[in-house]
Every structure is written in structure tokens, then in C-alpha cells.
């Protein structure tokens, strides 16, 4: 195992594309934007079937249990057997709907309603 620390985003964008998918096991998280950026990268996401990571990827990723190491391999066996350009679309789709130009606007009017 290697652990790169900071890495340029035109090297983590090389990183994702290289890669054969993100897996996150996570069993708690906040938002989830390490998938949205793989999805972005053209790299299909192998997600833990938490409610988050349900909401934000939507059907752009493969969800396993992350308590059962079975369920793992069950996913990883489903992105071998399904149509792989069909999820990185998917995921290039879900990716667009969190640009940083249209969060930053949602945030700014979610502040002006609050003034």
C-alpha cells in the first residue's frame, strides 16, 4: 500500500483514469465527493450502500454492504460483468449535476433567503 499525500488534481485526474474503479467502504460519510470526482474522471464507483452515497451517486454506482466482504466481491463481479461505458456515462451524469460554479450558486441563494 502506498499513500501518495497531496497530490495536483492533474495528477489525481491521471490517477482516477488509470484506475480500474474508486471503492469506497465507508460506513459513515458527509457527502461523498471523491466518488463525484472518479465519476468525473471516467472512473466507475464501487460505493457502500449508505444512504448518502445512495442519494448522491444515484444508479451511477455499483453499492455493496461494507460489513460483508462477499458483498464486495459481488460488486467488483458486476462491474467485470456489466456494460462498463454504461456506467461511466451514468456517472459523468450524476457528476454534472455538482459542478462547483452551480454549488457555489445554490449556496449564495440559499444564503439570501436566510438575510
Same mark, same amino acid.
Given at each position: 500500500?502506498? /499513500?501518495?499525500? *497531496?497530490?495536483? +488534481? %492533474? ?5 482516477? !483514469? ?7 467502504? =465507508?460506513?459513515?460519510?458527509? *457527502?461523498? @465527493?471523491?466518488?463525484? %470526482?472518479?465519476?468525473? =474522471? ?10 448518502? /452515497?445512495?442519494? $448522491?451517486? !444515484?444508479?451511477?454506482? $455499483? *453499492? /455493496? ?5 462477499? =458483498?464486495?466481491?459481488?460488486?467488483? #463481479?458486476? @462491474?467485470?460483468? =456489466? ?5 461511466? +456515462? &451514468?456517472? @459523468? !451524469?450524476?457528476?454534472? !449535476?455538482?459542478? *462547483?460554479? &452551480?454549488?457555489?450558486? +445554490?449556496?449564495?441563494?440559499?444564503? @439570501? #433567503? &436566510?438575510?
Amino acid at each position: 500500500m502506498v /499513500f501518495l499525500g *497531496f497530490v495536483p +488534481d %492533474e495528477k489525481l485526474i491521471n490517477l482516477y !483514469q488509470e484506475s480500474t474503479a474508486l471503492v469506497q467502504p =465507508s460506513v459513515s460519510e458527509g *457527502f461523498g @465527493l471523491t466518488g463525484i %470526482e472518479a465519476m468525473a =474522471s471516467h472512473t466507475p464507483v464501487l460505493a457502500s450502500d449508505i444512504k448518502v /452515497f445512495k442519494e $448522491i451517486y !444515484q444508479d451511477a454506482a $455499483i *453499492f /455493496f454492504d461494507p460489513k460483508k466482504p462477499e =458483498s464486495f466481491i459481488e460488486a467488483v #463481479k458486476k @462491474l467485470e460483468i =456489466s456494460n462498463r461505458k454504461k456506467i461511466i +456515462d &451514468q456517472g @459523468l !451524469q450524476v457528476a454534472k !449535476q455538482y459542478s *462547483f460554479d &452551480q454549488m457555489a450558486k +445554490d449556496i449564495w441563494q440559499a444564503l @439570501l #433567503k &436566510q438575510l
